[in-house]
């Protein structure tokens, strides 16, 4: 990848820097799923939903079959060349706490179509299908709907919770405050020259179709109207938590809660069962608010 990017530097300070070569030097490793939602004794089936660009979406909808009512869901989406698989212990938790779960993987990662990039903003469409699709599945109740995202797909949670107005929660664990800040921490270790990255960094906003500071956690989480849970790993070596803090510090209310884990590094889905509590307590509480702003019963 260093030398794919040392190549797309030259090419950007020459001005012929292609979307392709930039799209190859960043492209998202794809890992399949070997297991299944069986392997935890959950009910669940397995699904196709249409994304944008004639693509869809693999995914798998832990549920009852035939709920006796209505259920609460969560929307959850991987990180960056993570599966729905990595993420089936969220799944186990929220089964246990009584609510439907919406495993989604994004395009070019696990069994979704092929796209020709991934990137953040794309995360937070993909997030968008399985949301509008879930909220209209038989039993699940639409007014009480959540997303749980972690790295790269907590940031798309923050983006897609910073347009919606229909949303319960959101839980965005491990995310990054600002993108262009992250990817000058990899260019630096990658020992890629300033200028070059400078440059780089532009050519990636062409390609994506969007500004870094619009699509920024630290900027979209000004924009967020419901409670917010941030949960960050206090050894993460990928996304510092000084990131976490960050975030934290712009948010809109003090709906936004920041939850930091003591001896968790950025794959903080291992250290589930630490935090499990905390995670079905926000859920609960925020669940329960969003059914008396509905009419409905806790």
């Known amino acids: 990848m260093t030398i794919l990017i040392l190549v797309a530097g030259v090419l950007a300070a020459a001005g012929v820097l292609t979307p392709a070569l930039l799209r190859r030097a960043y492209r998202a490793p794809r890992i399949r799923e070997r297991g299944t939602p069986a392997d935890l004794d959950l009910p669940y089936r397995s699904l ?3 994304t944008v660009n004639g ?3 693999f995914g798998w909808l832990v549920s009852p079959a035939e709920p006796a009512e209505p259920l609460p869901a969560v929307v959850v989406l991987h990180g960056w060349g993570g599966n729905a698989e990595q993420m089936l212990p969220f799944a186990a938790l929220l089964h246990r706490a009584g609510y439907a779960t919406l495993l989604l993987d994004a395009r070019n990662h696990g069994q979704s179509d092929a796209d ?3 990137s953040l903003p794309r995360f937070a469409e993909d997030l968008e299908r399985g949301l509008d699709w879930l909220a209209r599945q038989p039993g699940i109740d639409p007014g009480r709907l959540a997303l749980l995202g972690h790295s790269v797909g907590a940031g798309a949670v923050l983006l897609l919770a910073s347009r919606r107005r229909d949303l319960a929660a959101a ?7 600002h993108p262009e800040c992250l990817m000058r921490r990899q260019l630096r270790g990658q020992r890629i020259p300033r200028p070059l990255g400078w440059l780089i960094l532009r050519a990636i906003e062409r390609t994506i179709q969007a500004r870094f500071d619009d699509i920024a956690p630290c900027e979209t989480i000004r924009r967020v109207t419901c409670p ?3 949960v960050h790993g206090e050894t993460d070596a ?3 938590p000084e990131d976490a803090s960050r975030i934290h510090a712009n948010r809109r209310d003090d709906s936004t809660e920041l939850l930091m884990l003591p001896d968790t590094g950025h794959d903080s889905i291992e ?3 630490t935090h499990a509590d905390s995670l079905v307590a926000f859920l609960g509480k925020s669940f329960s608010g969003q059914s008396r702003s ?5």
Do not use: C, D, N
């Open 48 to 50: 196709r939903i249409p």
């Open 55 to 57: 693509k869809t979406l």
């Open 116 to 118: 020709s990039f991934s």
């Open 171 to 177: 839980i965005s664990i491990a995310a990054f405050a």
């Open 228 to 230: 917010v849970l941030l």
């Open 238 to 240: 990928t996304v510092p």
């Open 271 to 273: 250290a589930i069962e």
């Open 294 to 298: 509905h009419g409905l019963a806790p």
